[in-house]
């Protein structure tokens, strides 16, 4: 269930600073087929608990 308390939205910039990347690395992160990126005009962002899934899903599996 989503509610406003867990509807968290990261962008470029967060992802960068959890990942310790750049922002054009965390850019193209967001541009990888796999990654759970919303697109809202230009904007591209990702839902918090996606990405909590997709960073999980690359443990021992694949480079990001």
């Known amino acids: ?3 406003m308390t867990n509807f968290e939205v990261l962008t470029a910039q967060d992802i960068a600073k959890i990942l310790k990347v ?3 690395t965390a850019y193209e992160i967001m541009e ?3 990654f759970p990126t919303i697109r809202i005009g230009r904007n591209k962002r990702v ?3 996606e990405f909590q899934s ?3 899903k ?3 599996t694949q480079s990001v």
């Open 58 to 60: 690359q443990t021992n």
């Open 1 to 3: 269930e989503i509610t």
């Open 54 to 56: 997709w960073i999980l």
């Open 32 to 34: 990888r087929t796999d």
């Open 47 to 49: 839902m918090a608990h």
């Open 22 to 24: 750049s922002r054009a």
